[in-house]
């Protein structure tokens, strides 16, 4: 083959490639969107659903890690609550009336705080349960339940069970988020106000030492 035939297969197999990347690229992408037109579709009830049954799944999976690698543990339970809660809106409503006066700077770090606390508590409290039966209790309806409401769920496993409570409401991209959780009746956003209030109390109300403070 000559210089000319070379130069000309190097095009062609170039060419080739792109076409597969751009061909790959448009297909994940139709595909993101479809799974987000679907997320955006479902009720609160059905979101809550499909966020609890994949995270008992991974809860399932990495169980075995809890006491070995706990590390490893929580960074795979924070990676799958982290596809459901907005850690931005948990911020606003733990720090409550101090959130007006958090910079946004302040509520994303603040937010990223609360990421790690939380995947530490519901890691904690769910690593004891497998083969979970969940069952979807009565909640009350609210006038503007299309954009917020509360599911109310139980997981019976072995005989032991467990209630959780989310807070949901729908994003800037129609999707049902969590801003607030109950876990066995612990009202997860106040618990942590209570915390939040008394380092405001102790750090002069210098938010910026209270989210350094913050554990």
């Known amino acids: 083959m000559n210089a000319k035939d ?3 297969a190097r095009k062609s197999n170039g060419l080739l490639a792109t076409a597969r990347y751009v061909i790959i690229s448009v297909l994940v ?3 993101a969107g479809v799974a987000s037109a679907q997320t955006a579709q479902m009720t609160a009830v059905e979101a809550a659903e499909q966020s609890v049954n994949q995270l008992l799944q991974r809860v399932q999976e990495l169980r075995p890690y809890f006491t070995s690698e706990p590390e490893r543990y929580y960074a795979g339970i924070e990676e799958e609550i982290s596809k459901f809660v907005d850690f931005r809106e948990v911020a606003v409503g733990v720090m409550a009336r101090y959130f007006r006066q958090a910079s946004e700077e302040q509520l994303v770090a603040f937010g990223e705080k609360l990421r790690s606390t939380l995947t530490r508590f519901y890691g904690s409290a769910l690593v004891e349960y497998g083969g979970q039966e969940l069952t979807f209790l009565p909640s009350r309806e609210s006038e503007n339940a299309d954009q917020a409401t509360n599911v109310r769920m139980q997981i019976v496993s072995d005989g032991s069970q467990i209630e959780l409570q989310y807070a949901l409401f729908r994003d800037a991209d129609r999707e049902w988020k969590l801003r607030n959780l109950f876990v066995g ?7 942590y106000h209570t915390q939040f209030a008394a380092l405001m109390s102790r750090h002069n109300n210098d938010i910026d030492r209270v989210i350094q403070a913050w554990q």
Do not use: D, E, K, T
């Open 6 to 8: 070379n130069w000309v």
């Open 29 to 31: 992408c139709a595909w």
């Open 185 to 191: 009746g612990i009202n997860l956003r106040r618990q």
